[in-house]
């Protein structure tokens, strides 16, 4: 299990500066068939015995472990915001600018924050930005906005699974897998589904 203090280095750097309240921002769902993307921005406290041990990158996690960390980020964020774009405004919009407006929504409606650290991203927020190249692995405050993204967003499909059957939501999340690219052929579209991906992939189906 990954310690907290070894993900405080750009926290620590920007502390230095004279920031009191770094958040963080991560997204999930950029590439899925199906479904949302979600960004979460979280700030959390940096006081010793306040800090939060085993939140790393999301993907390094098993769902179990996300699931505590979930609960155990929220309880412990001094502030945090979560915002979903719906398939409709990806097809609209495309899915950088989706994701995008989705961060600077989350990091813009935070009730406290003086420095946004993102995952690669400048979405052109209100607050200073550092985009940090595989920032989930690298900083406390993004790795736990990957977990509550990641987290948000399965149950969201889980939820979707149980209103569209047959479509394997629960395993796959909306991604393109074998299961969901059969379904999608034999069943047609949902009204989840990003048409814009569907017809690139060129993937068969009814509306």
């Known amino acids: 299990m990954k310690k907290a203090t070894e993900m405080l280095d750009y926290e620590r750097e920007?502390?230095?500066k004279g920031y009191t309240a770094i958040c963080g921002?991560?997204?999930?769902?950029r590439g899925p068939l199906a479904g949302p993307v979600v960004v979460a921005a979280v700030c959390m406290p940096l006081e010793e015995g306040r800090l939060i041990d085993g939140i790393d990158d999301s993907k390094k996690l098993?769902?179990?472990r996300r699931d505590a960390l979930y609960d155990a980020i929220l309880a412990a964020a001094r502030a945090y915001n979560i915002v979903e774009v719906p398939p409709e405004e990806i097809d609209r919009i495309n899915i950088l600018n989706a994701t995008k407006k989705a961060m600077r929504e989350a990091i813009d409606?935070?009730?406290?924050a003086d420095l946004a650290l993102t995952d690669a991203l400048d979405p052109g927020c209100k607050l200073p930005c550092v985009p940090?190249?595989?920032?989930?692995?690298?900083?406390?405050?993004i790795a736990a906005a990957s977990i509550v993204a990641k987290v948000y967003r399965d149950r969201m499909m889980d939820e979707y699974a149980a209103q569209y059957p047959g479509y394997g939501f629960e395993r796959n999340?909306?991604?393109g897998s074998?299961?969901?690219?059969?379904a999608i052929a034999e069943k047609g579209l949902t009204p989840i589904h990003r048409r814009t991906f569907v017809t690139r992939m060129k993937v068969g189906g009814n509306e």
């Open 62 to 64: 098993s769902p179990k």
């Open 132 to 141: 940090i190249i595989k920032g989930d692995a690298k900083s406390y405050n």
């Open 25 to 29: 921002s991560d997204e999930v769902g």
């Open 178 to 182: 074998r299961e969901h690219i059969a």
């Open 173 to 175: 999340k909306g991604y």
């Open 14 to 16: 920007y502390s230095a």
């Open 109 to 112: 409606g935070l009730e406290t």
